[in-house]
């Protein structure tokens, strides 16, 4: 648990750094009490996971593998941070704050063994995140998305509470354990208390996550927020939100997964086909990645409308290959857009001439999210797939696979543009902190899809 | 405290379940149809407001004090969502005079 601990108490450190204005250190301690809070995490792997706090929390393997995951997401988050917030205001400690803030919700998301630290892990997220999309007082769409996100977040909180007191009067219990007993000594009763209880849940959680038919915040939110802060909602943010949905229906609700697995099962195919299909029409790339996150979300329901032991792999594997190709993508759209002032495909043109390596890192991650092989998405999916196949849900494959065949076609445009299209422009400077960050994910995104052995069977 | 706890449990526990749901539909009615962001603000917190009153009665009919516990966390945690709401509603006010969510329609909504 002392991960938690350390993320919780950075940020104050980071406030009082700011106070006493030492702002070039900010990053460096940011990043090596991140790297302390990772190795506190690994050094739990394995270790007998009993729950503590009175049952609070949980720190097992499962916390463990997500933590990390948040954690190294958000250290590359951070690291192409530099030289961003300075040209948005002069305070930027409380930036870095409000992130490792909302980081520190993320770990409780991942971590809970309690109903009552899912809802505090989320609003502590949340929280943090509202003010993050807004850092940008005097752009008018910063302020819509923030609002946007405020009242969409607040608005989902309400069905995730009512859904949790509706279990707790028909079961008597946050723990998860104590509503797993209750569910298998109850297994006949049909109580519409718990019922409805777990469709609010459901509905709750999947506005959190950005599913289909609760989607309509997210692409405003997403293009609105500045870039790097979409980064972080559409990497780290959905990966612990499916972490915590997971753990609450892996934990609890499985036995009654005949119960709940058509609803999501409609939920995902809408929430692909919608994601797919919108993102054709999109001239702006920001909006068109926020509508690909969209479809991501429905390739990671996958994994709990097919519930089994290999879910928590396969979400695992999923989301990191995600998050990787995604902080790519966000880097090299935070760099053009520094040079040509917009966030249209028509941005990108001509780019490989002058950035043949910005060029080539975007056209991985590209080609990591549409899910070719040879890269981390192309293994991402087929976990995804063989799960569902598991559970000889053929329907939802080829729905699957159809809606990855639409997702090429928009996500070439990016290459097609680079390569193919011509444009006078002069050369993108990309800082060295950023060629460091781009590298490496591009070399892990391939490193994964050539040679999956090592992540594939962690969990 | 053994009186009020009687009080309470003089009203069946399925008034309290109407009550809260009909309490909670008000306020996501008023979420989807008003047009202000303070009165759906306002919504908001009575739909989180229904979800107490619920939870406090289920604990009473149940003698479980964890219920109680939770709707402190849910005052505060209420109270933090407040503090930043109505910095950004101020926040969007003083870029536009106005508070009419329907002037926030630069991005597509």
Same mark, same amino acid.
């Given at each position: 648990m002392t991960? *938690? #601990?350390i993320i919780s108490v950075l940020p104050i450190v980071i406030l009082y750094l700011g106070l006493y204005k030492v702002q070039k250190a900010l990053l460096p301690v940011t990043i090596i009490g991140l790297l302390a809070a990772m190795t506190a995490a690994i050094t739990q792997w394995n270790d007998s996971a009993v729950p503590i706090y009175h049952g609070m929390m949980l720190f097992n393997n499962f916390s463990v593998a997500f933590s990390v995951v948040s954690i190294v997401s958000t250290i590359l988050i951070l690291l192409l941070s530099k030289g961003y917030f300075e040209r948005i205001s002069s305070h930027i400690a409380e930036y870095y704050a409000i #992130? /490792? &803030?909302? /980081?520190? +919700? #993320?770990i409780v998301m991942v971590s809970y063994h309690n109903l009552v630290m899912l809802f505090i892990g989320i609003e502590i997220m949340s929280v943090s995140l509202y003010i993050l999309a807004g850092i940008r007082k005097k752009d008018f769409a910063s302020n819509e998305a923030a609002l946007k996100y405020f009242l969409m977040g607040a608005f989902s909180t309400g069905f995730l509470l009512f859904g949790i007191a509706l279990i707790y009067g028909a079961s008597g219990s946050f723990d998860l354990d104590g509503i797993r007993d209750w569910i298998v000594t109850h297994s006949r009763s049909n109580d519409p208390l718990f019922y409805t209880g777990v469709m609010l849940i459901i509905v709750g959680l999947c506005f959190k996550v +950005?599913?289909?038919? %609760?989607? %309509?915040? !997210?692409?405003d939110v997403y293009e609105g927020a500045p870039? $790097? #802060? !979409? *980064? &972080?909602?559409s990497t780290v943010v959905k990966v612990a939100g499916f972490a915590a949905f997971l753990r609450l229906f892996s934990a609890c609700f499985f036995t009654i997964s005949s119960f709940w697995a058509p609803v999501l099962l409609v939920i995902t195919i809408i929430t692909l086909f919608i994601g797919n299909i919108t993102a054709l029409y999109q001239q702006s790339f920001k909006r068109m990645m926020a509508f690909s996150s969209i479809s991501h979300a429905g390739y990671l329901l996958f994994a709990i409308v097919a519930l089994g032991a290999g879910s928590a792999n396969s979400i695992f594997v999923y989301a990191a290959a995600y998050s990787i190709a995604s902080i790519i993508a966000f880097g090299a759209l935070i760099l053009v857009k520094q040079q040509t002032r917009t966030d249209n495909f028509d941005g990108f043109n001509g780019l490989a001439k002058n950035n043949p390596f910005l060029a080539l890192v975007l056209t991985v991650s590209m080609l990591s999210l549409a899910g070719i092989p040879l890269t981390a998405g192309f293994i991402g999916k087929f976990f995804m797939f063989s799960g569902a196949l598991a559970h000889y =849900? !053929? $329907?939802l494959v080829v729905v699957a696979v159809v809606n990855a065949i639409i997702s090429i076609f928009y996500y070439f445009r990016v290459i097609i543009a680079m390569y193919f299209r011509s444009a006078e422009r002069a050369e993108v400077e990309v800082p060295a902190y950023y060629k460091f960050v781009l590298g490496i994910s591009a070399i892990a995104t391939i490193v994964i899809g050539v040679y999956p052995a090592f992540i594939s069977a962690l969990i | 405290m053994e009186s009020l706890t009687q009080t309470i449990q003089a009203v069946p526990l399925n008034h309290y379940i109407l009550l809260s749901a009909i309490i909670f539909s008000i306020g996501v009615m008023g979420v989807l149809l008003r047009r202000n962001a303070i009165v759906i603000f306002m919504s908001v917190e009575l739909m989180l407001n229904s979800v107490n009153l619920l939870l406090t009665a289920f604990s009473v009919y149940r003698g479980d004090a964890a219920g109680?516990? %939770?709707? &402190?966390f849910i005052m505060a945690l209420a109270a933090a969502e407040v503090a930043v709401g109505l910095a950004i509603i101020v926040m969007i006010y003083? =870029? !536009?005079n106005s508070i009419d969510i329907n002037v926030l329609n630069r991005l597509k909504w």
């Open positions: 991960t *938690l #601990i #992130i /490792l &803030f909302s /980081l520190a +919700g #993320i +950005g599913a289909a038919p %609760f989607h %309509f915040w !997210t692409p870039s $790097l #802060i !979409t *980064l &972080f909602m =849900n !053929t $329907l | 109680q516990v %939770f709707v &402190f003083r =870029n !536009t």
